[in-house]
């Protein structure tokens, strides 16, 4: 692909994204409704999925970014229902699929269908987080979600290298498949095990932020690649190492955290408009060559085939749900018993995206013989459709059901009071270290030194209280925002000073910068606090 038209993929996606946010359409929909129109609009180039692109360079950062904002602890906890929907659940819906497509569609071989079930089996780990961040699930719904579609993709991965053996005529068995799986799941692990602690080490001993962040960017990657080297799991691999990563993420300086945020933070925005955007964008790709398919029976197959998939997911959610604590009476006495709404919604919440299709436009184009691979452009159709079904049914309807269903968000006051309580006794350790500090000459402060690193501990104390207190009367603004804007005020004419200063050549622009970046430090720790 040429540069210009990169250049506009990204630019008109992070605009459509830039847009989303000032409407109460998810950015996914009108991404993917933005691709669907710009792929009829004159002179837009013709963008094709390249799996060899997709998996190996827009996969892992987008995992590595979903798998650190994840927690490990809040993932080990759920382990159970996770593991049901990440492995047994997309195996399962790859038969139920597929059995149903081979059903469906006359002359389209079991082969070639259980290649279509295994291909729009896994739910997608961007459009889960997406749509999570958006409409406020409940944490524990959020953690299942995140932590099903973070190794989803490599039991789909797996089944679909199975499936396809067996549709080219490679001669797969039960025991083949079964070997391939281990061998990608806990090679893929193994991978992950053996390079995260090394690179957690090299993490904590560069010492600038840029060579930090540096590896940072490199490390999905190098994850991916030696796993996929050594026939693993390339998926597993980066999610192992990206969990380790995040969870051990306060041992590396406060330098390398804020870079790394603000740039991990814009990766995963590029990234995730530019994946929606490419979905829509392939509507005219696989129209083509529909041939006998064309017309009402492909859009029949099409709804159908959707109908099938969000189905086949009610069938495997509830049972894995509830079946557990009927058979084990250890289950029921450590977890709570569930409603009926949690797995709804878990089950509804199932949107498919980029790597279906990436997978799909790997089909080849011929079994062993030259001839030709059995319905691919309908697999790739069906795979389309499918997608786009999922994230505009089931994305527009998500946040309406949740309210609908008065599902318990998030206890903001609780989670308030847990912070102050856990501000309180971080800052009565640091009173306490300060008292040490101080009490040796080698740490003489003048008092009003030593008062201010006080005051600084009180401050950041009362300013989690401050955020449960009265709003102003006057302007409608809690303590907590008010701080907040006067500070930002002081900084602002702080900072028009030092350009007046400059532009008047009492200082130099590198003073200025010097300067600058003082008052940004401080500005955003002002924020922090309150946030």
Known sequence: MHVMPLLLLVAGSAMVAGVARRT?????????????????????????????????????????????????????????????????????????????????????????????????????????????????????????????????????????????????????????????????????????????????????????????????????????????????????????VALYLGHRNWEVDFATRLQEEAVWKMVAFILESAVFALIGLQLQVVLKGLGEYEGTRAAWYAVALFLVVVVTRFVWVYPATFLPRLLSARIRKREENPTWKGPFIIAWAGMRGVVSLAIAFSIPLTVHGGEEFPGRNLVLFLTFTTVIGTLVVQGLTLPPLIRLLKLPGRDAQAETLAEANAQAQASRAAERRLDELVGDERNALPPPLADRLRAVLERRRNAVWERLGTVNPVTGETVDDTYRRLSREMIAAERDVFVRLRDARFIDDEMLRTLLRRLDLEEAAAFRETT
């Open 24 to 240: 109460p359409v998810p950015a996914p929909l009108l991404l993917v409704a933005a691709g669907l129109v710009a792929s009829y609009v004159p002179g837009v180039p013709e963008y094709t999925l390249d799996p060899h692109v997709v998996l190996p360079l827009l996969l892992p950062p987008l995992l590595h970014t979903a798998a650190t904002d994840s927690s490990y602890l809040d993932l080990r906890a759920q382990i159970r229902p996770v593991a049901m929907l990440s492995v047994g659940y997309v195996l399962f819906a790859t038969l139920a699929v597929g059995w149903a497509a081979y059903l469906i569609v006359p002359d389209l071989p079991l082969t070639a269908a259980l290649v279509l079930g295994a291909v729009v089996a896994p739910p997608d780990a961007v459009a889960a987080t997406a749509v999570a961040r958006r409409v406020g699930l409940p944490s524990k719904v959020t953690t299942i979600l995140q932590g099903e579609s973070l190794v989803n993709d490599a039991t789909a991965i797996t089944a679909y290298k199975v499936a396809i053996a067996a549709a080219i005529g490679e001669g797969a068995t039960w025991a083949g498949g079964i070997g391939e799986f281990l061998l990608a799941a806990l090679g893929g692990i193994g991978v992950g095990l053996v390079l995260m602690v090394p690179i957690n080490w090299l993490r904590r001993h560069l010492k600038e932020a840029l060579l930090q962040n540096s590896l940072s960017l490199l490390v999905p990657f190098f994850a991916y690649a030696v796993a996929e080297q050594v026939h693993a799991s390339g998926v597993l691999a980066v999610v192992v």
